[in-house]
């Protein structure tokens, strides 16, 4: 990320990741089968997490679900990761929009969850729409994280923020 962000993503080889690392390109290749994967390992890692805590939840709401993994995400997520990964994204915008991707994807995935909860059925566009909104509130989240002093402090009015977008949603099938 950090050669992402000095060289620029089309100015960054493998060879040059493979020197930085200390490794053979080949080695940096059987990990990764192209930059890509290399660019967004971090975005896939932390959208795989969100996606096994719905699994393994399988009956836990979906507000609990993601206050669950946020707070799992406060531990997992080491803050200089999250900066290389920020100045990485504000180098190359493009990867910027393949990372948020990976988080809307996975809260795609969380559909089913989100559809009970806002007692819509499954394929309503309300939802989607809440879907879409709740991948880019994380997106702003994450980002936040990074600014505060205090990210701990910023969980509780997130999460009032998720709860509100779900509550509207699931005031309009009362209508």
């Given amino acids: 990320m950090r050669l992402f962000a000095e060289r620029g993503y089309d100015g960054t080889t493998i060879a040059d990741i493979a ?10 290749s059987l990990y990764f089968p192209s930059k890509h994967d290399i660019a967004l390992s971090v975005p896939d ?22 206050d669950t993994w946020l707070r799992g ?7 200089e990761l999250l900066a290389l990964l920020t100045a990485m994204y504000d180098a190359n915008p493009a990867l910027k929009a393949h990372g948020s991707s990976q988080i809307e994807e996975s809260v795609r995935v969380t559909g089913p ?12 566009p309300l939802n989607a729409v809440v879907g ?5 509130a994380l997106s702003q989240y ?9 990210a701990a402090a910023l969980h509780a009015p997130f999460m009032d923020c998720l709860r509100a977008l779900v509550d509207a949603a699931r005031h309009r099938t009362s209508r």
């Fill in 132 to 136: 879409a909104a709740v991948g880019a």
């Fill in 142 to 150: 994450f980002a936040a994280v990074l600014c505060q002093e205090n």
């Fill in 73 to 79: 995400e406060a531990e997992a997520l080491d803050p």
């Fill in 113 to 124: 969850a989100l559809a009970a909860a806002t007692g819509l059925p499954a394929g309503h």
């Fill in 45 to 66: 890692e932390i959208a795989s997490r969100l996606t096994a805590v719905f699994r393994s939840r399988p009956g836990a709401g979906f507000l609990d679900c993601v």
């Fill in 19 to 28: 020197a930085a690392a200390d490794v053979a390109p080949r080695t940096v």
